[in-house]
């Protein structure tokens, strides 16, 4: 995920890389899955696969907890699943506030797993007047211009924005400004914060995209290395230099199917 600043390499006072910290969510769903199915211990290998990691990563990112199993029973799935939670933060209660209650913010304000999971929807923000007291998902939304006292009242570190691209830079500014500390970002731009703030994008058309470029690798691989390439793309490919109209930034402007 991008960020607007550089991330520290380790988290925590003991050293835990950020790529493990990462992973300890995939581990804890994985291990909530099997502690709901009552099962009392795993093994590396059973809960890497679930967690879609090999069993030597596991390892060695359970180390950094001081977790090493023991040999022919593996590991205490309770015991992992407290220790992980406390790991990350979870013992406790954290209340969050979601900035923009459109079709994507309502989806979200609707997702039944933020309680379980230890975080608290405190209140629910949006510019249009015309929102402001509407029930989405039980809750009253509420106008951005009440935003600061929000976030004072009800001590969110928290904030979640899922506004148009244009607005999320000004709403990112005021949560930093009230107080907020980590931003889950949604809109589709990259948000500038200062040092002591962490955000982590969220952008499903980037991961769309990644996935289009991996169905194009292997529609290649299906027709002898060459990919099927749609017309539109098929059509640009075939343009010259000496025939394309370069655009004002000195780049090949696309070329639209006639």
């Not at 799935?77 to 979601?98: A, F, H, K, N």
């Not at 230890?118 to 935003?147: E, N, T, Y």
């Not at 539109?232 to 490919?237: K, L, N, Q, Y």
């Amino acid at each position: 995920m991008a960020t607007g600043r550089t991330h520290r390499p380790a988290t925590r006072s003991r050293g835990i890389p950020e790529a493990t910290v990462a992973r300890l969510p995939l581990y804890l769903r994985a291990l909530t899955a099997l502690s709901e199915r009552s099962v009392p211990t795993v093994s590396s290998e059973e809960l890497a696969a679930a967690a879609g990691v090999n069993s030597a990563k596991l390892r060695k990112d359970f180390s950094y907890l001081g977790s090493y199993g023991t040999r022919g029973v593996g590991y205490d799935v309770e015991y992992l699943v407290y220790q992980i939670s406390r790991e990350l933060g979870l013992t406790q209660d954290w209340p969050i506030v979601m900035v923009g209650i459109g079709n994507l913010g309502a989806a979200l304000a609707n997702y039944g797993g933020f309680a379980s999971r230890g975080f608290r929807v405190a209140a629910l923000i949006d510019a249009d007047p015309s929102m402001v007291g509407k029930p989405v998902a039980g809750m009253p939304v509420q106008f951005i211009d009440d935003l600061e006292r929000i976030v004072a009242e009800n001590g969110v570190s928290i904030g979640v924005i899922a506004t148009p691209a244009g607005a999320a830079q000004q709403v990112c500014d005021r949560l930093v400004a009230a107080g907020v500390t980590s931003i889950l970002n949604f809109a589709p731009t990259v948000l500038s914060v200062p040092d002591g703030v962490d955000v982590r994008k969220v952008d499903l058309s980037i991961e769309l995209q990644i996935l289009a470029f991996h169905e194009q690798r292997k529609a290649g691989e299906e027709t002898g290395g060459e990919a099927i390439l749609p017309p539109v793309v098929r059509d640009a490919a075939a343009v010259t230099p000496a025939e394309g109209r370069k655009g004002p930034d000195g780049d090949m402007p696309a070329v639209m199917p006639a």
